[in-house]
């Protein structure tokens, strides 16, 4: 017996009756109730007259030695002597929940091993069924943000992502920056319709509301029509982020064309000397290394076009990176806009449009340089969820989901 040690089962009124080892290697621990009385469920008085026991009850613990533990209780019964008819009251205990299969302590173990798992991963690892691992989930996670836990909330972003391949099944993330670091999620939304994300604002209680300052989103009508007419004062800011995708798009067209052009004109061994030029088109001056500068000096001889790209692309990149004020920032995208149409490339013309269209949106970034950094960090959090999950659909699952895997280990670690 001296490689035995008694073990603290660490619940509150319990007394052990037994405890026996199963042929499976489950521990069955028979516990029963030290409190004497409850509560009538019908007077509320205190009644300690026993009248009985009730069936017994079993409950997944805290394992034990990396076997599973069974605890078994029969809880017992009071006979209510004020109510009419002398009504019987179950006792209840504070450690397990009714109609619960587990104990408290249980649950938050077993959340612990869903973290950046996936449901039917921790079922497995766990021995019970998905359904468990949900039942669990929506009893310790909320499935929508509690606004009570809010003061201010300062910026949104707002960005979509698809659920399944080829882009479908868009849903709408809305996140908040926080300012220790990190980012909140605060609403999932079945789609990305304006309707949608507008009915979505209008439950934000207006004392929280009105403490948003900026909203930071893509270049999506959707979002920021349903900005407009929910809270008309917020700064809608469009990344730069955005502006500079749209850009190189422009950009990698010219190359994509003059390349294409090229390759017809020129003998096979004088176009091998110009390929490989992608990445070092895509880099900026000071990324590039002595090689890469070469040959994307030679492929500019070849091709003026893609060189007046690669250096309009890289002055509004500039440009954004200057300490401009707002009415400063619209002037030289003005100017750099002209610099585009004298160029006379074609291919810029969709996004000429674009800053027409959004300027006041871009050059609201010039006012606090906020950035959508942040939502675009927490989408990659989303995907890797996505594709460790095989796949979410449900959104209220998605949203715990990614609460669970924010703040999982500072809800139920040990420390």
């Not at 997944?60 to 004020?82: A, M, N, Q, S, T």
């Not at 798992?117 to 929508?144: C, F, H, M, P, Q």
């Not at 990344?239 to 994509?256: C, E, L, M, N, Q």
């Amino acid at each position: 017996m001296d490689n035995m040690i008694p073990v603290p089962l660490n619940l509150p009124d319990v007394r052990v009756l037994s405890t026996q080892q199963t042929e499976q290697g489950h521990w069955l621990i028979r516990v029963e109730s030290t409190l004497d009385g409850t509560r009538c469920r019908r007077c509320g008085r205190e009644i300690r007259d026993l009248h009985g026991w009730d069936a017994a009850v079993h409950l997944r613990h805290l394992p034990l030695f990396d076997g599973p533990v069974l605890l078994e209780i029969r809880p017992k019964r009071y006979r209510c002597p004020y109510c009419t008819g002398n009504p019987t009251t179950t006792q209840r205990c504070e450690w397990y929940e009714l109609r619960s299969p587990n104990t408290n302590a249980y649950e938050p173990w077993a959340l612990r091993m869903l973290i950046n798992s996936t449901g039917a991963d921790a079922a497995r690892k766990l021995g019970v069924s998905e359904e468990t691992i949900d039942g669990i989930l929506d009893r310790w996670i909320e499935r929508a943000v509690d606004w009570d836990a809010w003061e201010r909330l300062g910026v949104l972003g707002l960005d979509e992502i698809a659920l399944k391949r080829g882009h479908r099944d868009f849903v709408t993330l809305v996140t908040v920056p926080l300012e220790e670091g990190g980012v909140e999620i605060v609403a999932v939304r079945a789609d990305r319709k304006k309707e949608t994300v507008a009915a979505f604002l209008r439950t934000i209680p207006e004392l929280r509301r009105r403490t948003i300052e900026r909203a930071c989103t893509d270049m999506y009508e959707g979002f920021v029509n349903a900005l407009k007419e929910e809270i008309p004062w917020v700064k809608i800011v469009i990344d730069r982020f955005h502006v500079a995708r749209a850009d190189r798009d422009g950009a990698d067209t010219v190359r994509k064309k003059e390349l294409k052009r090229l390759k017809r004109a020129l003998p096979k061994a004088e176009y091998a000397e110009i390929t490989g030029a992608m990445w070092p088109f895509r880099k900026r001056p000071g990324a590039l290394d002595p090689q890469e500068w070469e040959r994307l000096e030679r492929l500019f001889i070849y091709s003026p076009k893609i060189e007046a790209a690669y250096h309009l692309r890289e002055d509004l990149t500039d440009l954004f990176a200057r300490d401009y004020p707002k009415a400063g920032a619209k002037c030289a995208i003005r100017a750099w806009c002209k610099q585009v149409r004298r160029s006379g490339l074609a291919e810029f013309e969709s996004f000429l449009g674009t800053i027409d269209r959004w300027m006041d949106e871009m050059t609201n970034y010039f006012q606090g340089r906020q950035t959508s950094g942040f939502v675009e960090g927490f989408n990659n959090r989303v995907k890797v969820l996505k594709r460790r999950c095989y796949g979410i659909v449900n959104v209220r699952r998605l949203f715990q989901r990614l609460t669970l895997d924010l703040h999982g280990y500072q809800l139920f670690g040990h420390t």
